[in-house]
C-alpha cells in the first residue's frame, strides 16, 4: 500500500515510523527535507524522501505517479500554526487551504484512494457559538472561527467534505489538541507546542526554565497519539463519519504542565510567566471546561490516547536522553 506523508515534522515524522512498523515503505513529500531530525524518528534507510512542494501541483502529480501511491496523509502546516498565521495571514491561507486543494485534485485526478487531512481543535476553541441564541437558522448559526489559522481549518474541512460528497473522494479528516512532543529540527508546532520543547530542553540542562500562563481549559496530545489517530484514521475501514477527534482526553492548566515535568526531572526549575499574548496568538476566546469528545474516535477507529501528561514527559525526556545534549 504505497502511502504518501506531505510534510515530515512533528505528527509526518512518527506516522512515517507507524507505517515503517506496519512493513511499508512511505514516501514523505518535504519542501525543506530534514534527514538529521527526522533521522532521529525514523530509520531513513526505510523511507523514501522526495523534495517537493505542495503548492505546485506538478510536484504532487510527479510523485503520485512514478511512487504509484494509493493513499496520502497529509500533514503539512503553516510555521507557528496559529501564532505563525497571526503573523503572515498570506502565507497560512495559501499553504493551509491551497495547498489542501492541491492534494484533493490530485487524489481526485489519480484516483486515490483514500486522504486524510489534518485538521486542529482550535476549531473549538476559537469560535463563536454555532447555534444563535435565539434558536433561530439566522446569519449567527454560523460558525466563526476567531483566527486565521482557525479559518483555514475550517475551509480545509469543508474541502474535504464537498470532495467526498460531490466526487466520491474517501477523505477523513483528523482534528488534533495541541500537539507536542520530541523534534529536534526547524519548525514543529504552534507556540504552546514550542513551549513544551524549550521547558524539556532547558531542564535537562539543569537551566530555570519558563512556561507562560495558558488560557484555561486547553488539551493538548503527544506527538506518537496524534500520528497513531492519523495512521489509523488512514486505515480503517467501513467508516460511518469523517471528523474524528484526536486528544488526551484531559484539559491542563500551566500548573498541571508544569507538576508533571517537575515528577519527571526532580528538581527541575520551572517558573510560569507572561503568558501567550493575543497579539501573537489572536483574540481571546472563550475557555473550555472539557476535553473533546473521542467517543467517536474509539468506536470507529479504535483510537484510545496512549500518553497522559505524565507518561508523555517520560517518552520526551528519554528521547532526549538517549540523543545526549541537545543541539541547536
Known sequence: MPVLIIGSGLVGSQAARLEVER????????????????????????????????????DLAAVIRREGITHILHTAANTLLTEGAQRNP??????????????????????????????????????????????????????????FYATTKQALEGLGINYAQTFGLDVRMVRYAAVFGPWRGRGGGGGPTQRFR???????????ATFPALPPGIEFVYSKDAARGTVLACHAEGLKSRVFNIGMGATQTSE?????????????????????????????????DAAMDRRRAEAELGYRAQYDLRSAFEDYVQFYRERGATRS
Open 198 to 208: 524549550e521547558l524539556v530542553e532547558r531542564g535537562l540542562r539543569g537551566e530555570d
Open 256 to 288: 498541571s504542565i508544569a507538576e508533571a515535568f517537575r515528577g519527571v526531572v526532580p528538581g527541575a526549575r520551572v517558573a510560569l510567566q507572561g503568558g501567550i499574548t493575543t497579539t501573537a496568538a489572536g483574540p481571546a476566546t472563550p475557555a473550555r
Open 23 to 58: 512493513g511499508e515503505r512511505p514516501v514523505i513529500l518535504e519542501l525543506n527535507p530534514q534527514p538529521e531530525a527526522l533521522g532521529e524518528i525514523v530509520d531513513l534507510n526505510q523511507v523514501s524522501i522526495v523534495p517537493g512542494d505542495v503548492l505546485r501541483p506538478l
Open 90 to 147: 498570506y502565507a497560512a491561507v495559501e499553504l493551509n487551504i491551497m495547498g489542501t486543494l492541491n492534494v484533493l485534485e490530485a487524489a481526485r485526478l489519480f484516483g486515490i484512494q483514500r486522504v486524510v487531512l489534518s485538521s486542529s481543535a482550535v476549531l473549538y476553541s476559537s469560535m463563536a457559538p454555532a447555534l444563535d441564541p435565539a434558536g433561530g437558522l439566522t446569519e449567527e448559526a454560523l460558525p466563526r472561527p476567531g483566527t
